[in-house]
């Protein structure tokens, strides 16, 4: 399996040469050696449990055990973030998971968990953006995963259990209070039994309030998981 996808990669960038991420400049790997340089210097990885995000929070309960994060959302990493999110680049996501699971403590992190899931969004935003986000990421670190470890570990994605049934404000033009009442009631669960008892985790892109991670947590606790963990390429 690993040899098809080392061909196809080869083919694919004969054709469509790979390009840094970040500057677009042509390169034989998704971020070039400045721009790495530059996002290393940014690096601020940090893993958080529940009860050290209880203290900022407005939230009572946290539904999840652990949010781990790589960046400040801040800066640079807050301009490429957004580019990625609303400026149709989307092919951005490689970059990102690259630099990621680049970092040891993160990559053996998520080798603990079972399934990935990225929290989702509506019909009518995917209509409107053309892509998930938080998709294209889980779906590319499982794939890594599994090709890093030789298919070893297997942690699988699943994208038809969490369910966002309504189109709601973007919490990012509501304050603290409105985004808790706003992400209310937006996510159904289903298919649930393939997540029992399983290590869960749910892969956003920024964590700012915690507000729809939570929520969504709160959902997949309905499957009676082993554990849920959050993990965002940056926090506010």
Do not use: W
């Not at 690993?2 to 061909?7: A, D, E, H, L, P």
């Amino acid at each position: 399996m690993n040899k098809i996808f080392k061909i196809q990669e080869k083919i694919i960038n004969l054709i469509y040469p790979q390009t840094c991420g970040i500057c677009g400049k042509i390169n034989n790997k998704t971020i070039c050696s400045k721009c790495n340089i530059q996002l290393k210097k940014q690096e601020k990885m940090s893993t958080l449990t529940k009860e050290e995000l209880k203290e900022n929070s407005l939230e009572k309960e946290k539904f999840f055990e652990e949010l781990i994060y790589i960046f400040k959302y801040e800066g640079q990493i807050r301009e490429l973030i957004l580019d990625y999110k609303f400026n149709e680049k989307s092919y951005m996501y490689k970059t990102f998971v690259n630099f990621l699971l680049k970092n040891k403590k993160i990559f053996e992190n998520i080798k603990k968990y079972d399934k990935i899931i990225p929290v989702p969004i509506s019909k009518k935003r995917y209509k409107e953006r053309g892509y998930n986000q938080s998709l294209l990421i889980a779906k590319e670190i499982s794939m890594q995963i599994s090709y890093e470890t030789n298919n070893n570990i297997k942690l699988e994605l699943v994208n038809n259990c969490l369910i966002k049934t309504k189109n709601i404000i973007e919490q990012s033009k509501l304050n603290k209070e409105d985004r808790q009442h706003n992400i209310q009631g937006v996510y159904t669960l289903k298919n649930g039994s393939i997540l029992t008892n399983k290590s869960i985790l749910l892969i956003d892109d920024i964590y700012t309030t915690g507000s729809t991670v939570n929520e969504c947590s709160r959902i997949l606790q309905q499957a009676n998981p082993k554990k849920i963990g959050v993990l965002v390429l940056a926090k506010d």
